[in-house]
Each structure stands twice: as C-alpha cells, then as structure tokens.
C-alpha cells in the first residue's frame, strides 16, 4: 500500500496532498476540478468517481510519471491551497460564537450519507446525517460524528428480467473507501471492548474527514470476535430485534467509549434519531467515574447537554427491544458499570416504569435523557408532540416539550455545476453555497433566458445519464447490441421531464400515479406535449408489499406504450439522486401524510430550477404556496381509501396546469409562466430549505442552550445537585397529594380575578406553580398565567393563591392548574407533574 505509507512513498509532500485530498468529503469532485484523478486513471475515475481507489490502484511509476508533469503539480498545488485555506479560512461559529460555552458537539447517527464512495447509508436519515455534518464544516461548527463502518452497507439493487427487485450485497472494502484505522498517540490501533455476559466484544475504529471535522466510525470485524460478532455491522438495516439491538449497544456504547477513550469531551451530545440512544447512559458512566457521583447525579448533569432529535411521525417506527432481550444484554451493563438496578434502566425507556411487559422503547430513553427534543419539520413537530403526549400525560398538546427544525440540504452538494454561474450572477460569489443568511431577492438579475437555458442544459445531461444507465442494465440482462444501440436514443432532451424516486414503503404510495394507468400514458403520450417519467427506488428486502411495488413499475415501464417514456432507474443511490434533482422539471412525492416526517429529496431540485409536485406533508406542508408548485391532499389525514381521490387530483394538476404551463412559449419560445415559477421558487425556498440554516437554528436553539446548562450543572457543589434532586423526587412522590380544592372568578372593572385553593399536602409550596390556563379558542391565543401567593394567610397545607387577568375572553375560557417550579429544572420535561382544577 505505497500510497497510505508515507515512508515508502517517493514524494511524500507532493502525495501526502493528494492522499489528503482523497480523503476529504467536504470536497464535490466534478468537471470543475477532477483533472488530477482523470490524470492518474481516466477509466476507473470515469466508472467510479472514487479518489481513494484510483490512487490505491496506480502503481508507482505511473504516480510518479504523472507528479512530474508540470500541469498534474500545478492542479494539484492549487487544490491543495484551496483546501488549506478553506481550513483556516474566517467562518459564522468562529466569528460570533468561538470562545463561549459551546465547544464541542458529538453528532450520533446510524447512517451517512456523504458519497457513493462510502456507502454505508440507506436513504432520508443518512441523507440529514451527511448534509449536516458539511454544513456544520462550512459554518466551522466543531462536531465529531459517529457512527458505524457498514461492512455491506445497505443492500445493492438490480432488477432482473422478470422485473422483479435482486438484493446484493457487495462487500465494502476499506483500502477504497476515504478512512483510515484510528491509531492512539503511542502507534497502537485503537480497539475497545465492551463486555457483555459471557462475551467480550472488540470494537474497531476508523476516521472520515468532512474539512476540519471529523466522522468516526466504528465496526466489530475483528478476528478477536467470533463470527456471529463479527457480523454486527454487516447489514445496515438487516436482521432481526437481536441483532438491532447488538448494532444499538455498539453504537450508543461504544461510540462514546471511542470519544473518551481519544481524548474527545464534547459539551453536547446529538441523537439524530433513537438508534444511538444508549450513548446517554455510557455518557453518564464516565461522569459518575470522573466525578465520584452517582448515576442519578451524573444524569442530571450530563442529560442538560444532550439533544434527541425524532425522525418518525408512527409510534410504530420507535425501536423498541422487549425487557428480557434487554436485560439479557444490558443487566450486567446496568448493575456492574452503572450500578443501577435493570429495572430503573427499563424503566428510563418505558411509559410506566413498573409495568413489566412494557419494552425499552429507545425514543422514549432519548427523551427522558435529554435537555431538548425536536422534531424535523413543523408539521412533524405537531405530530410528535400528539405521540409523545403518553410521556407527559395531562399536559396541554401543545406543551408537549418537542419543538422542530425543519431539515434541509447541503446545497453545494445538490446544486448542478451549471447553475452556479447563475446564482454567482444574481447574488454574488459563493451564492450557490447555500449560505441562508444571503438575501437571494427575486434573482432579478438573471433573465428568462439564462434560466431556461440552465433547465435545458441539466435536462439534457440527465436524459443522457438515463440513457447510460438504461442500456447498462439493459445489457446486465443479456440485452443485444441492437437493443442497446436503441436505449441510447430513447427519451427527450426537451419534454417536460418528471421525477420520482424514493424508499418504496407503503406509505410513500410509490404507486399512486398508477392508479389509472391508462390516464398515465395518455399523459405521457401527448404527441404535442410529451412528457417522460423517471422513476428510482430500493424496497427493504423484507418488506414484500415494497417489492410487489417495485415490479409493478419496471413491468410497466417496460410496455410497449412507455417506450421512451417511463425508466425505472435501478439502485437509486447518491449518484442518480444527483442526476435525477439536477436535471427534472419537476420532482413528485406521494406520502400518505402525516407520515413524511419531512422529506427531503424536494429541497434537492430547488436550487437547480425544479419545481415541486407533492403531498401537502413534511417540509412541503411548510414551503408550498400556489406560486411556487402545486400540492395534493386536502391538509387533512386520511386512510387507504383516499388514495383515489389523492391520485386523481395528481392527474388533475399534471393535466390541467403542469403541463400546460411547461408547454405554453411565447414568440422568444420561452415559458414565461414556469420560468416564473422557477424563479420563486429558487428564491424563495432554497436558503429557507438548506442544511446551512437548519445547523445554525440546531446551534441557536439547541446546542447553545444545551451546553449552557450541562455547564452550569456540571459547575455546581455536588451538595447543590444532591439537594435538587431531592426535591425533585419528594415532589415526585407526594404529587398525588396535591389538588385544586376550588376556584371561582369574579369579573370587576374589565378584569377577572381568580382565586385558588390547593391542598399541598405533603409537598413544599415553594416547589409548586400555581396557573390559570386558557386553552387557544379563535383568535385568542393559549395563555398560561402564574397566579401568587395571597398574603397574610397561616402556613398549612390549604393555601389560596390569586391573581387577575383583562377580561378580553370569557372567564369560562380559564382554568386552574398546578405544576411544578424546581429552579434550573426543565418544565415538563424533566418536572412533568401537573394536576387540573376539575
Ligand atoms: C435525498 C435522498 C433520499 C431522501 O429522500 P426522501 O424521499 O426525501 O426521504 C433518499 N435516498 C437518496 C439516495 C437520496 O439522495
């Protein structure tokens, strides 16, 4: 392996920049700057895209041959000063926030999506991992991800000639994936073990580089395990709850083991989703060592600066593990390192701690051990708060204690090489980056014709891409030349072009545009005004109603009658989804909502000039107007049998404004209505919908405020916190004695004055908050107002408290309630008693 060995390479500075330069994944290798790869291997560049590999695979005379031409050194100085300076180059978090109490971020997720040269991601999660993760790089937000080295990633797709869905799983191999092995500072290889009964488990470990961050990944193929251990990171998203939770434990666990054990303290600590939510335990073992404390302490303390975010909209789509499987893995962990009995671990991840058939549910663990939850768009937020209502029962919905930050995309990532020109043009240099903070206006300065000119251009390298693709399977099935020759001719660089890939999961509806197919084709098969649909997607390999959907497409696409016009694209990964959002009209998403938690493969068009066509859910509930695209749905939730009426509005909208629109030109033969919608569109939604302005609001909103208060807990006397956690459970433990005896409300010079009497029982009333609270009713908004103390009264378990408010809404609109007030403690996430007048 000459090229990973510095010492026996020929030039190490001159290789080391180009060995540096493969590794990094902050950097989109295209036409603009590929010329070095092309140089060294111009096929294996062209079939792969993947620097690691082609420097691995060039033998030593041919990297010396091309080093010493002048060009190659010139290309390779200049990246290798760009990449320098981007490095140290002035960013938003070193400007405004370095130096304050946010200082380190640990990012936890089960996938990333960052190249096809790493594959080790699924699809929408990994997709939020990877963009954030070159967000946060761009903002100079210093986090350390991690997550697990796939050893199959997720399964491969191809469709055989029985159109039917083949799963495969070609192995990862390391030498040509951009990481490399984790070494401590003495040499050796970092290994970790984590014992559990009768088993020692040993953890590998490798680093990606994403700029000046890092993405630590971890994996169990190590010959000291046996096979079966082995093979825990294998198959993403493959086996059963066991083997779930043996992959949760190594990630959760073993991730944050990895952190400390290198030197790493992060203030915060990110869940993106619940697969990882054992790291919080793990977090709060090291504490409890460090500070001699006990686990109880160490959690109050660490779960400050931790944040769950959820990604499902369905119960049903928690991980959830049932107790004796748990127990069986976790108990000698629980009792031994935590030295907490395994019921009050269960019970951290359970609705009610003592029943005992109730599994550990990891988003419930996440948020009992969180300082902040969100969810991934406002709509998701809403049905989160709905779902989540079982951990703080009796609260008002809307005080369910998730809020949201509406994911976006990294749009360099996405955006096509021929739209940056364009948006350099109308909003300066580095436009297209995706800054948020950058007013984009209306693009005022770029004209009609530029943009369609950009519309034609990407449309164009897409049908050629699709071309490709088509006669490359076509031929993996044993297609003749002539049948070949054919595919490279089929479809139009000119006809309004639709797109349409995702997971193929029942409730996305996959198939939802082939409810009336007959309609279909009479919409594709316009001689005047053609249109032609491309369609890519992976069914989980279990999921049997998925892979009936995927052959339902490839066997119509291939009828005769969609010749030309229908393609289904096997193994939908990065490099279509590039394609695809760079060069389609216009992208459709067909979820049943609420259940498209946010979505995010929409976002990916804006930027490049493609509209959108979808379901009033995730991010696009959030986004659409009618000037910008269209939607479907009513806004409302519906079941199966509303898909008919979703499906026609679908034919409806492409028949009757869609396509007319893309069709109608003027005298110059541009569309001046779609040109204006694009127009918007771009303006309007792209910086709104980037990954620059969902890290800066995950900054803002939550990682600050987290670290703040991990950093006041963690500087508070150990008495102090002894203390607070006392109260804490005494309030907890008398709660059921304390109620509103009565209440009553009298209206005097346009004010209602409240009275309230409550027995406090066995509880402190300095530890109680007494509200009136208003639910929203029309225009009046919520309103929860602390009532005081009256004065003068005799200390003794019935107190009255009052206050008054201006009688704009009946008073009838008001009621008492009691919750409790623990400074420093977090109301109702970490306090979630609250009883009601009745
Ligand atoms: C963007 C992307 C996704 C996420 O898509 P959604 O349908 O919005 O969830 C999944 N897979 C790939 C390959 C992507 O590029």
Redesign the pocket.
Known sequence: MPVFDDSATPDTSALGALRDLAMDLSIRWDADNDAIWRAIDEELWTLTGNPCLVLHAASRQRLEATLATAPFRRRLEALDAERRARSAAPTWFGETLHGGPLRHIAYFCMEY?LSETLPIYS??LG?VAGDQLRAADDLGVPVTAVGLLWQHGYFRQEINAAGEQQALYPVNDTHHMPVRPLYRADGSLVRLRIVLPGITLWIRAWEARIGRNRLLLLDTNDPANPPQIRLITSELYGGGSEMRLRQEIVLGIGGWRLLREIGIEPDVLHLNEGHAAFAVLERARHYMHAHAVPFEVAMAVTRAGNVFTTHTPVEAGFDRFPPELAAKYLRRYAEQELHLPMQALLALGRRHADDPDEPLNMAFLATRCSGGVNAVSALHGETSRRIFTELFPRWPEREVPIGHVTNG?HVPTWIAREARPLWEKAAGAGAWSGDSSAGHDDLAAVDDAALWALRQATRRCLVEFTREHVARSIAIRGASVEQMEIARSLFDPAALTLGF???FATY?RPNLLLADPDRLLRILNDPQRPVQLLIAGKAHPADTKGQAMVREWAEFSRLPEARGRIAFLAD???R??RHLVQGVDVWV?TPRRPW?AS????M?VLANGGLNLSQLDGWWAEAHTPELGWGIGDGEEHDARWDRADAMQLYDLLENEVVPEFYERDDDGLPRAWLARIRASMAQLTARFSADRTVREYVERYYLPAARQYRERAGADILELTERLRRREALAAHWHDVRILDWRAETVDGRHRFAVSVHTGAVDPALLRIELYADAVGDAPAEAVPLARQTGQREGRHLRFVGEVPARRPAAHYTARVIGALPGQQVPLEVPQIAWAS
């Open positions: 999506m699809g929408g997709n995309i890939a995702r997971r996305k939908y990964d990065m279509v989804a998403n498209e979505g995010t493969s929409g990916k």
